[in-house]
């Protein structure tokens, strides 16, 4: 199955341009995400500490089957700048089994590292489904929280600054398939009501090495405890 991708930053698109491609983004999105309303889209895509927000889209027959929506905050720790990445994505459920939301996102870290070097950057998501938590804890021990493994203080800083300015968390009904994995076990332990739209808020600081990690164990099959 060949998968072709797009991606485009829509923080750098005219006005009118804006309109059309959010009306897009906005009719792929309640597909995924049905409880979702489109003025927290809205107000996702339109953040004023965005520097950029680049949009992955992947299409299947020329038909769009998944995009992933990563907003980029410039925000304050410790008096210094730092970039925080945030990522909304979703694929419609036959095209689920695959590491694309993972891989778009390492892509644009990549891009964003090279580009401010000497910056800071974390990712921050609230998940509310266990087998996506599994995915990110799978591929990078210094993804938190995690099994067994204190969260280092510095991560913890970070977190109380975006969670400063954090909204309504998405809410998500999922059903669980595989209970047997100690990640999942992890996430069900710490959110035993996720079913109900509750979600467990993770960070994992972005740097040469957790990207490196990350894609080595992606393009190997490799998980990590």
């Known amino acids: 199955m060949k998968i072709s991708e797009s991606i485009i930053d829509f923080s750098k698109l005219p006005a009118e341009s804006k309109h059309t491609y959010f009306q897009q983004m906005w009719e792929f999105d309640r597909k995924i995400f049905p409880n ?13 500490d965005a520097v950029a927000i680049p949009v992955v889209q992947f299409f299947h027959n020329n038909q769009l089957v998944g995009q992933n929506i990563i907003r980029i905050l410039k925000l304050e720790h ?5 970039l925080i990445f945030n990522s909304r994505a979703g694929f419609l ?5 695959r590491n694309m939301t993972l891989n778009s996102a390492i892509k644009v870290a990549m891009q964003y590292q090279i580009r401010f070097a000497s910056m800071p950057m974390w990712f921050v998501t609230t998940l ?15 993804f938190y929280p995690r099994q067994g493994v204190a969260m280092p203080e510095e991560y913890v800083d970070v977190l109380n600054v975006f969670k400063a300015r954090q909204h309504n968390v998405q809410h998500r009904l999922i059903r669980l398939r595989n209970k047997s994995d100690e990640h999942i076990q992890f996430f069900m332990q710490h959110v035993p009501d996720y079913f109900d739209g509750m979600g467990m808020m993770c960070i994992c600081k972005l740097n040469v090495g957790t990207i490196f990690e990350a894609t080595m164990n992606i393009a190997m099959g490799r998980s990590v405890e």
């Not at 979702?36 to 895509?45: A, D, F, K, L």
């Not at 410790?78 to 730092?82: F, G, H, Y």
Request: charge should be positive.
């Open 128 to 142: 509310t489904q266990p087998k996506v938590y599994t995915l990110f804890a799978s591929r990078s021990v210094k």
């Open 36 to 48: 979702s309303s489109i003025e927290q889209v809205y107000e996702y895509m339109h953040d004023v």
């Open 93 to 97: 459920p036959e095209y689920r089994r």
């Open 78 to 82: 410790n008096q210094r700048p730092i």
